[in-house]
């Protein structure tokens, strides 16, 4: 077992697939996010001790299917990016031409 001391913000890397973040807490608990793919099981111990559950395979809590969105919310999705990547290339092309920013020639 790996015992390290780590301050907000800092992270580890397991392996290729995970990412473990530590943003703070106080005396008596952490907060952490975990980034990780959907197929890795990823439980508290508090949870498997309420349930009766040992870690190991078998008791692998199963995650819920996130739900489609519809066509027109991805419609409405892809024209929100168009329209972000539209303003990001003019502004990028106004801070290379200092004279469209004002409207000169």
Do not use: C, W
């Not at 972000?84 to 000169?104: F, I, N, S, T, V």
């Amino acid at each position: 077992m790996l015992k390290l001391t780590v301050k907000a913000g800092e992270y580890l890397l397991v392996g290729d697939d995970i990412k473990v973040v530590f943003t703070g807490g106080s005396a008596n608990n952490m907060h952490v996010l975990v980034e990780a793919p959907k197929s890795m099981n990823i439980v508290r111990s508090t949870a498997l001790e309420k349930y009766g559950m040992a870690a190991g395979p078998g008791n692998e809590v199963r995650h819920h299917r996130d739900r489609k969105l519809s066509p027109e919310a991805q419609e409405k999705i892809r024209a929100i990016l168009m329209e972000e990547r539209k303003k990001a290339r003019r502004e990028e092309a106004a801070h290379k031409d200092p004279l469209q920013r004002y409207g000169g020639a």
